[in-house]
């Protein structure tokens, strides 16, 4: 097994026009098969957040040798430890600092998960857990990330809603 460390520092990083670093991150999700196997339930991982208390999603600085993407994936790994299928963007936010008076400009993807390290960078860092929705809606310290986690679930609702009418509509 190869050993994998976290990225560290801002010389890499990227900025928009206007100066704001940009972050990337996503929501790690899975589908947990409940009852009679047709009912899935969604659940979402979240991690401990770096600084202070609460929970939050996978994100960090995207940097120039990667495409947003690859960064998304790459702060998945390294803050929860997993690995999956990335999705087409959430959306974009300007979201202000924690912990400095300044902005941010910050993209989230879906990644459905298909596979969940024992090991990962920030593992002595970071707690990771599986939640519901409601959950994570109380508990994540983002507004920005709480109303990604609503595009997430409406997109998710949308398709499903097309997959239960695909036989009809043919």
Known sequence: MVALVARTGRQLQRYNRNGLRLVVGCIPYRLKTT?????????????????????VFPKGGWEVDETMKDAACREAL?????????????????????????????HLFPLLVTELRDLWPEKQ??????????????????????????ELVNRLSRSRQRSALAPYNQ
């Open 78 to 106: 390294e803050e929860a430890g997993v690995e999956g299928k990335i999705q087409p963007k959430l959306g974009q936010w300007m979201f202000k600092s924690k912990s400095q008076d300044i902005f941010h400009e910050g």
């Open 35 to 55: 009852g009679d196997f047709t009912d899935k339930a969604l659940e979402v991982l979240v991690i401990s957040a770096q600084k202070g208390h609460g929970l």
């Open 125 to 150: 860092t970071r707690s990771r857990k599986w939640v519901t929705v409601v959950e994570a809606r109380e508990k994540c310290q983002y507004p920005w990330m709480k109303e990604a986690l609503d």
